[in-house]
T-cell receptor
Framework: SQQGEEDPQALSIQEGENATMNCSYK?????LQWYRQNSGRGLVHLIL?????REKHSGRLRVTLDTSKKSSSLLITASRAADTASYFC???????FGSGTKLNVKP | DAGVTQSPTHLIKTRGQQVTLRCSPK?????VSWYQQALGQGPQFIFQ???????QRGNFPDRFSGHQFPNYSSELNVNALLLGDSALYLC???????????FGPGTRLTVT
């Protein structure tokens, strides 16, 4: 079964708005990672959050982790058209990815 | 500093044939993982190599095998190709077994 599952499956917003996507997982983890994938290309590592961290920032990205609920969220602030991509979470337990959230940022 | 490289970029094979895909990890990385990504789906973990040994394996049949060389580069071999093996094959490297992964651009395999 999948370890990381993202929701929503698709998200469409206007440029400048914030985008929030969520990830749930099933087992204990040491860390959780978020990736971005532009259409049909390799994945780009965005941020890694360790199990003893609750929140992490990187530029316009903010990631939270709730190990009691086995969930994480990725917030992209002040979105840009260039943020249009699929976003995936993955845990360090066999690196299972979900189907991703497809984000479309309209200019 | 070269990132993860994969070859070839695209490949077309016929059912029943065998294919070998290649991956060179990012400089300083010693662990390589392989993933299969079907269209519209997330990457599916195939296996991970560290110290030239397969360390973890996902739910893939024995037709999928791999190898890691002393210079940390890796190969993915798929035997007896099926139409369903058509996908983007991604290689990722990391420093150690549980660290953040860096992905290559992938090899697009089409089986006809």
């Amino acid at each position: 079964s999948q370890q990381g599952e993202e929701d929503p499956q698709a998200l469409s917003i206007q440029e400048g708005e914030n985008a929030t996507m969520n990830c749930s997982y099933k087992t204990s983890i040491n860390n959780l990672q978020w990736y971005r994938q532009n259409s049909g290309r390799g994945l780009v590592h965005l941020i890694l959050i360790r199990s003893n961290e609750r929140e992490k920032h990187s530029g316009r990205l903010r990631v939270t982790l709730d190990t009691s609920k086995k969930s994480s969220s990725l917030l992209i602030t002040a979105s840009r058209a260039a943020d249009t991509a699929s976003y995936f979470c993955a845990t360090d337990d066999k690196f299972y990815f979900g189907s991703g959230t497809k984000l479309n940022v309209k200019p | 500093d070269a990132g993860v490289t994969q070859s070839p970029t695209h490949l077309i094979k016929t059912r029943g044939q065998q294919v070998t895909l290649r991956c060179s990890p990012k400089s300083g990385h010693d662990t390589v993982s392989w993933y299969q990504q079907a269209l519209g789906q997330g990457p599916q973990f195939i296996f991970q190599y560290y110290e030239e040994e397969e360390r973890q394996r996902g739910n893939f049949p024995d037709r999928f095998s791999g190898h890691q060389f002393p210079n940390y580069s890796s190969e993915l071999n798929v035997n007896a190709l099926l139409l369903g093996d058509s996908a983007l094959y991604l290689c990722a490297s990391s420093q150690g077994l549980a660290h953040e992964q860096y992905f290559g651009p992938g090899t697009r395999l089409t089986v006809t």
